[in-house]
């Protein structure tokens, strides 16, 4: 394996990686000033349900937006779309509001695009969409469309897109929901972490320079599952290794028989269920499982049973701070993909856009 040196392989998704909290604050600008807020807000009417509907990384960043949504009493909901095109009366039932947000990088992702088309056409569901394109078929296939352009990226992978997208419908939450402490929260939150970017992806680098594993396991729940699951993919597809994600406390429930040293286990702990979880880390290491934690704040005992910790220290709350976890996860894929001399740029079988071709009737 080599080096993890700072080569060509990966740079551009590095410094996006790194760019986040900048990117943040640009598009949180722009999102605010946009008629396009305003007019997603209108379409907001009491007791809708928000269904938020992607693809991949856009699929957990659902997860993420629905989970803080329902925590600003906005009910809500993540389905992949491909889901919802072939099991609709899964989720649509006759009767009930529905608000679907429809999300896409590239606003050109074939699924997203086609079930935007059905609600819209077949459903009579007027549809929002967010993304950091413009004038692409999902922005025609919707009644609003929000754009984050600054947060597109040059790399494959989606990094600054995921986090910047995921604050972007956090401030839509607030905004409707008339949360002006949380949404000023969402908006001290790039302040807050950017020092965190000065130390910590240095030592991260050294501890990937220094293990090898042969899989990777990302625990967490409640608000952080969808960011844990984001976790797993940026490993999977950055570093081409086999990554699996978890509710946390359902790890002991049979999973938990691949513990061991060449197994990473990392723990995204929420101030909610801190206590369980460090129960839970304490006894993989006793299994003797590799351990990486990151938290807001590490106290003694997780630091004793961690073999690498994050802490981020934030002073936002909880739902808030969602899009600082998923930046450790980010850098461990590009690290271990350089490591195992791998281009994370470019990564094995993937294309930065899925575009299927239509099916022809014969």
């Given amino acids: 394996m080599k080096s993890v040196e700072l080569t060509e392989h990966g740079q551009h998704t590095l410094r996006e990686i790194l760019s986040q909290p900048r990117c943040w604050t640009a598009c949180l600008c722009e999102l605010a000033a946009s008629a396009e807020l305003h007019a997603a807000i209108a379409l907001a009417r009491p007791?809708?349900?928000?269904?938020?509907?992607?693809?991949?990384?856009?699929?957990?960043?659902?997860?993420?937006?629905?989970?803080?949504?329902?925590?600003?009493?906005?009910?809500?909901?993540?389905?992949?779309?491909?889901?919802?095109?072939?099991?609709?009366?899964?989720t649509l039932h006759a009767g009930c509001a529905y608000l679907p947000v429809v999300i896409s990088r590239s606003g050109r992702t074939s699924e997203t695009v086609r079930v935007a088309e059905v609600l819209e056409k077949e459903?009579?569901?007027?549809?929002?969409?967010?993304?950091?394109?413009?004038?692409?078929?999902?922005?025609?296939?919707?009644s609003v469309t929000l754009k984050l352009l600054d947060a597109d990226e040059q790399s494959?992978?989606?990094?600054?897109?995921?986090?910047?997208?995921?604050?972007?419908?956090q401030y839509l939450a607030a905004t409707i929901s008339g949360n002006d402490t949380f949404?000023?929260?969402?908006?001290?939150?790039?302040?807050?972490?950017?020092?965190l970017l000065e130390d910590i992806p240095q030592r991260l680098r050294l501890f990937v320079e220094s293990r090898l594993f042969?899989?990777?396991?990302?625990?967490?729940?409640?608000?952080?599952f969808g960011i844990a699951s984001e976790c797993m993919l940026k490993v999977t597809e950055s570093s081409s290794s086999y990554a699996q994600v978890f509710h946390s406390l359902e790890f002991r429930h049979g999973p938990k028989s691949i513990a061991g040293p060449d197994t990473l286990i990392t723990?995204?702990?929420?101030?909610?269920?801190?206590?369980?979880?460090?129960?839970?880390?304490?006894?993989?290491?006793?299994?003797?499982?590799?351990?990486?934690?990151?938290?807001?704040?590490?106290?003694?005992?997780?630091?004793?049973?961690?073999?690498?910790?994050?802490?981020?220290?934030?002073?936002?709350?909880?739902y808030a701070r969602l899009a600082a976890f998923v930046i450790w996860g980010q850098l461990y894929g590009?690290?271990?993909?350089?490591?195992?001399?791998?281009?994370?740029?470019?990564?094995?079988?993937?294309t930065r856009v899925v575009e299927l071709r239509p099916v022809v009737s014969t």
């Fill in 47 to 90: 007791g809708v349900e928000w269904i938020f509907i992607g693809c991949g990384t856009s699929y957990y960043l659902a997860q993420a937006a629905a989970s803080t949504f329902s925590y600003l009493n906005l009910p809500a909901r993540a389905v992949p779309a491909s889901e919802l095109l072939m099991y609709p009366a899964l």
């Fill in 123 to 142: 459903s009579n569901l007027r549809t929002i969409a967010i993304s950091c394109a413009d004038g692409q078929p999902l922005e025609a296939a919707c």
């Fill in 156 to 169: 494959t992978v989606m990094t600054r897109s995921f986090t910047s997208m995921l604050l972007g419908l």
């Fill in 183 to 195: 949404r000023r929260s969402l908006l001290d939150l790039p302040a807050q972490v950017e020092p």
């Fill in 214 to 224: 042969s899989a990777f396991v990302f625990l967490a729940q409640g608000p952080l």
């Fill in 267 to 318: 723990f995204l702990m929420s101030d909610t269920s801190y206590v369980a979880e460090v129960e839970l880390l304490e006894e993989m290491k006793a299994l003797g499982a590799t351990t990486m934690v990151i938290a807001n704040r590490v106290d003694s005992r997780a630091q004793r049973a961690a073999d690498f910790a994050v802490e981020l220290g934030l002073e936002s709350p909880e």
């Fill in 334 to 350: 590009v690290y271990y993909g350089i490591k195992k001399g791998l281009n994370p740029d470019s990564p094995k079988n993937l």
